[in-house]
C-alpha cells in the first residue's frame, strides 16, 4: 500500500488482528502509524489543501501585506516628501513653511494611517456581515487602489493633500483588512492547523515592512525622481488579490450560520479541507448556530460593565497599549532619523534599514515555531522585558555614540535586537489573546474595543514620536523602556498561561481575580448540545467556536 494511502486511512475500531485478550500480541506496525499519524503534532500535511494555502496567500497579499508595506514605506522618501510639502507651501503663500508646522504636517501624514484604522475597524463588522468574509476584502481593495492612486499622483498635481487624504484611506483599508481577513482564515482552517494559519497574517505583515524598505532603496524607488511610484506600487498586490480571490469560495461558517445556504457551505467546507465527508464540520457548524440563537452578543458597554470580565479587559487594554507604545511603531515609522540620530552615514541608512525588516521577519517565523511550545505568558515577558533592556543600552549608546567609532553600530545591534525580542512574542500575542480570553457572544465587543485601543495608540506613537525625539534628544527611548517594564511586570503578576486551556479553565483562573464567576450554561444551550450528542472527546479544539463555549 502506499504510504500516503496509509496515513489518509480512517481509522477503524476492529480489533480482530491483536487475537484473543491476553495473547499478547501487537498492532501491527501499519495501525500503529495510522494511530501516530491522528495525535495531535503528528498529522499530516493533508490539512493543507492547495484552496486553503492559495487563499491564505493571497487573502494575506492583498491584505496584511499591504498594512506592512504601508507602515514602513513612508520611511524612505521621508526628506523628499518634505521638500515637497515646503515648495507647495511656498508656491501657495509665497514663504518657506515654518519648521514646527513641517514637523506637524509630517507627523499627521504619518499618523493619520492608524485613524483610518480605527475607522475600518468601526465599520468591518457591519460590512462583513453583510458582503461576508470574501466579498469584503473584494470591496476592500478599492480604498488601496483609490488610495494609491491619490499618493501616486500628489507630486504631479502639486497637491499634498492628496498624500495625507490617501493615507487616511489606506488606513481605513487595513482596518477592515486585519479585522476580516483573521475572521475568514479561521473560519476556513480545520482546527488542527488554526495557529499556523493564523501565523500567515502576521508573517505577511513582515514581509510588507521588508518590501517597502527594500523598493525605498536609492538604487530603485527611493530617489527624488521616482518616490510617487513606491505608493503606486500598493494597487499590484491589490490587483492580484482582485482578479485571484473570486475563484476561491466564501466562508463556509458565514455561509451556513448567517445566510444558511447549507449546500453552498458543504461545498466550500469539501474545497477548503479537500474531503467529501464533511459531516463532522456541518454538525459542529449547525450545533453552534442552535447555540447562537439563544445567546444575547454584548455590546462595548455591556462588556465593559461586566464584573466577571473586569480583569481580562484590563488585560486586553494593556496588551493592545503595550504592543504599540512600546517603540516598535515609531522605529518603522522613523527608522531613517533615528539611524540618523546613531550616527549612521545617510548613505549607508537604507540598508541598515533593511536590515530591520528581515531580522523582523525571521523572528515572527521563529515565534509560530515556538508558542505552542513555550506558551503566551513567557513570549509576553520575555519579549517586553528584553525590549526594556535592549532600549537602555540603546540610550546608552546614543549617549556614548561621540566617543569612538564603533559605537553607532552597536546602536543598530541593539535596535536589531529590539526587534527580534518585540517579533518573537508581544508581536502576534496580543490577538490571539483577545480571542482566547472571551466567549463566541463577547468577542465582537472584545475585537472592537481592542481595535480602537491599538490604532489609537497608534496614532498616538506616530503623531508624538517627532516632538519626543525633539524634546528627549537621545534619552527618547527611556520612555519606551519604561512602557515595556511596566507591561512586563503587569504581565507577571495578572496574565495566566492560556496554552492548551479552554474557556471554561481560563475564565476560572480570571474569575479569582474579578471576585466574580461568569454566568452558568443557560438550558437553551445544555439542550442544544444534548439535541447534538454533546461534546466529542476531539472537541478540545473546537471550544472556542463550539458547542462547549457556553459551559462555564
Wanted: include cysteine.
Amino acid at each position: 500500500m502506499d504510504p500516503r494511502e496509509l496515513s489518509s486511512a480512517p481509522l477503524t475500531h476492529d480489533r480482530s488482528y491483536l487475537g484473543p485478550p491476553g495473547s499478547g500480541r501487537k498492532p501491527p506496525e501499519c495501525h500503529r502509524q495510522m494511530r501516530k499519524s491522528r495525535v495531535p503534532g503528528g498529522r499530516r500535511r493533508k490539512d493543507w489543501s492547495c484552496s486553503l494555502v492559495a487563499v491564505s496567500l493571497v487573502g494575506a497579499l492583498g491584505s496584511s501585506f499591504l498594512y506592512g508595506y504601508n507602515l514602513s514605506v513612508v520611511n524612505a522618501p521621508t526628506p523628499y516628501i518634505k521638500a515637497f510639502y515646503n515648495e507647495s507651501w511656498e508656491r501657495r503663500h509665497g514663504h518657506p513653511i515654518d519648521p514646527d508646522t513641517l514637523t506637524l504636517l509630517w507627523s499627521v501624514t504619518v499618523s493619520i494611517f492608524a485613524i483610518g484604522g480605527l475607522v475600518g475597524t468601526l465599520i468591518a463588522k457591519k460590512i462583513g456581515k453583510f458582503l461576508g468574509r470574501k466579498n469584503t476584502l473584494l470591496v476592500n481593495n478599492g480604498f488601496a487602489i483609490s488610495a494609491a492612486l491619490l499618493m501616486a499622483f500628489a507630486l504631479q498635481a502639486e497637491a499634498f493633500e492628496m498624500l495625507i487624504v490617501g493615507r487616511f484611506i489606506m488606513g481605513v483599508d487595513g482596518g477592515i483588512s486585519l479585522s476580516v481577513l483573521p475572521m475568514y482564515l479561521n473560519e476556513i482552517s480545520p482546527k488542527e492547523i488554526r495557529g499556523s494559519l493564523g501565523q500567515v497574517t502576521a508573517i505577511f505583515i513582515c514581509i510588507g515592512v521588508f518590501t517597502g524598505q527594500l523598493l525605498g532603496l536609492p538604487e530603485l524607488l527611493g530617489k527624488e525622481s521616482t518616490w510617487p511610484y513606491l505608493f503606486g506600487v500598493i494597487m499590484v498586490p491589490a490587483f492580484i488579490q482582485l482578479v485571484s480571490l473570486p475563484f476561491l469560495p466564501e466562508s463556509p461558517r458565514y455561509l451556513l450560520l448567517e445566510k444558511h445556504d447549507e449546500a453552498r457551505a458543504m461545498k466550500a467546507f469539501q474545497t477548503f479541507l479537500g474531503k467529501a465527508d464533511v459531516s463532522q464540520e456541518m454538525q459542529e457548524a449547525l450545533a453552534e448556530s442552535r447555540v447562537q440563537r439563544n445567546v444575547h452578543l454584548l455590546s462595548v458597554l455591556e462588556l465593559l460593565r461586566a464584573p466577571f470580565l473586569r480583569w481580562q479587559v484590563i488585560t486586553v487594554v494593556v496588551t493592545m497599549a503595550c504592543y504599540q507604545l512600546c517603540g516598535l511603531n515609531a522605529i518603522w515609522f522613523y527608522t531613517n532619523s533615528i539611524f540618523g540620530k546613531a550616527g549612521i552615514p545617510q548613505e549607508k541608512t537604507p540598508y541598515v534599514t533593511l536590515s530591520t525588516g528581515g531580522v523582523e521577519t525571521l523572528a515572527s517565523i521563529f515565534s509560530g515555531l515556538v508558542i505552542e511550545r513555550l506558551g503566551r505568558r513567557p513570549l509576553l515577558i520575555g519579549g517586553f522585558g528584553l525590549m526594556a533592556v535592549f532600549f537602555g543600552a540603546l540610550t546608552v549608546t546614543l549617549v556614548l555614540q561621540d566617543h569612538a567609532a564603533w559605537i553607532p553600530y552597536l546602536s543598530i545591534v541593539c535596535i536589531l535586537a529590539a526587534i527580534a525580542a518585540f517579533c518573537s512574542g508581544p508581536g502576534g500575542i496580543p490577538f490571539i489573546l483577545t480571542g482566547e480570553f472571551f466567549q463566541q457572544s463577547q468577542r465582537p465587543a472584545a475585537f472592537i474595543m481592542a481595535g480602537t485601543v491599538n490604532w489609537l495608540s497608534n496614532f498616538a506613537v506616530g503623531l508624538l514620536f517627532p516632538f519626543i525625539q525633539r524634546s528627549l534628544d537621545t534619552y527618547c527611548f527611556l520612555v519606551f523602556a519604561a512602557i515595556c517594564v511596566i507591561g512586563a511586570l503587569y504581565f507577571y503578576f495578572v496574565l495566566p498561561e492560556t496554552k492548551n486551556r479552554t474557556h471554561a479553565e481560563i475564565s476560572q483562573e480570571f474569575a479569582k481575580r474579578n471576585k466574580a464567576s461568569p454566568p452558568e450554561e443557560t438550558g437553551d444551550t445544555a439542550v442544544a448540545e444534548k439535541a447534538n450528542g454533546g461534546p466529542g472527546p476531539d472537541s478540545s479544539s473546537t471550544l472556542d467556536n463550539g458547542v462547549k463555549d457556553r459551559a462555564v
